[in-house]
């Protein structure tokens, strides 16, 4: 770590490019995709329970307008860090830090911010990551550890404000282009963690709701697409008779995740200004999750 800004090339990773993504067009071009397959796609509504009959059929009671029930082979809990669906049949879930992220929006008072690139600060008590959004605001987001005085801090207006005027470079970025919050800072989970199996009779688990990443590692969305085209390949081997597809994709997710612990710890220990912080310290020493 450095108080020094540094550039990180895509053209010098051996991972390959990355883009910045339109979150919100992205995901209504693959329920387009996915309708165009085939998929049946029901939009605002929600699952608020399962049965698993013995015939094999999964009965699922979802709520819209109106309640009303599905009935299907194999059940795919792809809900996210809720995991709801695995949760309703007892799979417990490793979660391996207390990551939490505070963010918000800023609107430019003056034009012409075209800088694209993605930024990054280590501080004490965690980091900053901010980034231009498609409508030409700032997204601004502050990580730190869940529970602790910090993060009581950044849940409120002043208290994110302050802790973003301790910043060297997030600071200077906004003040170029008299940037104000628009938002009030809203919080949620960031940490690391995944289930403890991901998958069992009649059901697997795919995206963050089998692992979910630190963001630093910026392989969240990746990995989930990568999980989500196995895991899609696994079930239709399996609707064809391959029952050891589910266990082989059982084990290419243990890899993914085993590789991305040992890459997160590679990346939290080239900060080493504040190692004996708690937020860091904590990072430097993997192994300390718990299961719940």
């Not at 939490?100 to 690139?117: L, Q």
């Not at 963690?193 to 697997?204: D, K, Q, T």
Request: net charge positive.
């Amino acid at each position: 770590g450095t108080s020094e800004l540094y550039d990180t090339d895509f053209m010098r990773d051996p991972n390959g490019h990355g883009w910045p993504l339109d979150r919100a067009r992205f995901d209504a071009m693959l329920r387009c995709k996915a309708s165009a397959a085939g998929a049946a796609l029901f939009s605002h509504t929600r699952l608020v329970g399962l049965h698993p009959h013995p015939n094999p059929v999964w009965e699922l009671y979802l709520r819209a307008d109106t309640p009303f029930s599905l009935q299907c082979t194999w059940l795919v809990d792809a809900t996210g860090r809720r995991t709801w669906v695995a949760r309703q049949l007892g799979v417990q879930r490793r979660r391996e830090d207390r990551l939490v992220v505070f963010y918000t929006r800023f609107e430019p008072g003056i034009p012409g911010d075209t800088d694209a690139t993605t930024l990054v600060e280590a501080r004490p008590c965690g980091w900053w990551y901010t980034a231009l959004l498609p409508n030409g605001h700032r997204m601004v987001m502050f990580f730190t550890d869940g529970g602790t005085a910090v993060a009581r801090q950044a849940r409120v207006p002043e208290g994110f404000r302050h802790l973003l005027m301790q910043t060297t470079h997030v600071k200077e970025r906004l003040r170029a282009f008299h940037y104000a919050a628009v938002a009030m800072p809203r919080g949620t989970a960031a940490g690391s963690s995944r289930l403890i199996r991901f998958a069992g009779e009649r059901w697997l688990t795919a995206g963050d709701s089998a692992m979910a990443f630190d963001p630093l590692s910026s392989q969240g969305i990746l990995t989930a697409l990568y999980a989500g085209l196995k895991a899609g390949s696994a079930l239709h081997m399996a609707l064809d008779g391959q029952a050891q597809a589910v266990t082989n994709y059982c084990g290419q997710m243990e890899a993914v995740y085993e590789a991305y612990t040992r890459q997160r710890l590679a990346a939290y220990h080239h900060e080493r200004r504040w190692a004996w912080q708690p937020f860091w310290k904590a990072r430097q020493m993997w192994g300390s999750g718990d299961v719940r």
